[in-house]
């Protein structure tokens, strides 16, 4: 999967996931709420760490739903690794 980007100029493509893990099943009806942050960046790449939280709407009981960390690689117009930012 590519991205667009919001670093740089280079456009981000998904390289792999690190690991996720799901702890409630999300129902429909539910409220999802994904929070996200870069956890480390490299010179190439960026590792995002994702939350997700459900929330039933009635009774506000909001869960810890799914973790997942991510790795994406800054790409040229050739699909190569390159810097995120300019140097």
């Given at each position: 999967?590519?991205?667009?980007?919001?670093?740089?100029?280079?456009?981000?493509?998904?390289?792999?996931?690190?690991?996720?893990?799901?702890?409630?099943?999300?129902?429909?009806?539910?409220?999802?709420?994904?929070?996200?942050?870069?956890?480390?960046?490299?010179?190439?790449?960026?590792?995002?760490?994702?939350?997700?939280?459900?929330?039933?709407?009635?009774?506000?009981?909001?869960?810890l739903a799914?973790?997942?960390?991510?790795?994406?690689?800054?790409?040229?117009?050739?699909?190569?690794a390159t810097?995120?930012?300019?140097?």
């Amino acid at each position: 999967m590519d991205y667009a980007p919001t670093r740089g100029r280079n456009t981000r493509k998904l390289e792999t996931d690190k690991l996720v893990e799901f702890k409630v099943p999300v129902r429909a009806g539910q409220l999802v709420e994904l929070v996200a942050r870069i956890t480390r960046e490299g010179r190439t790449s960026l590792t995002v760490a994702v939350e997700m939280y459900v929330e039933e709407l009635l009774s506000r009981n909001r869960q810890l739903a799914t973790t997942g960390s991510f790795v994406f690689v800054a790409i040229d117009a050739d699909g190569k690794a390159t810097p995120i930012r300019d140097e």
